[in-house]
């Protein structure tokens, strides 16, 4: 599998005239295509903040 650096950010909205948070997980293409990738488009994730993990 390869690696690669993603990065966890707010992309704000705007709904109603109210400002929302809107939070972002990007991974980058090559590594989200990468066919050792364990996460496919519209799995359920689980995050243990404890341990900073990410699964499905």
Do not use: H
């Not at 966890?8 to 989200?32: H, M």
Request: no cysteine; glycine share 12%.
């Amino acid at each position: 599998m390869q690696l690669g650096k993603g990065r966890f950010f707010n992309g704000p909205t705007r709904t109603g005239g109210k400002k929302y948070d809107k939070f972002f997980i990007y991974v980058p293409t090559d590594l989200a295509k990468d066919s050792l990738f364990p996460f496919k488009d519209g799995d359920l994730l689980e995050f243990d903040t404890e341990g900073k993990t990410l699964q499905v």
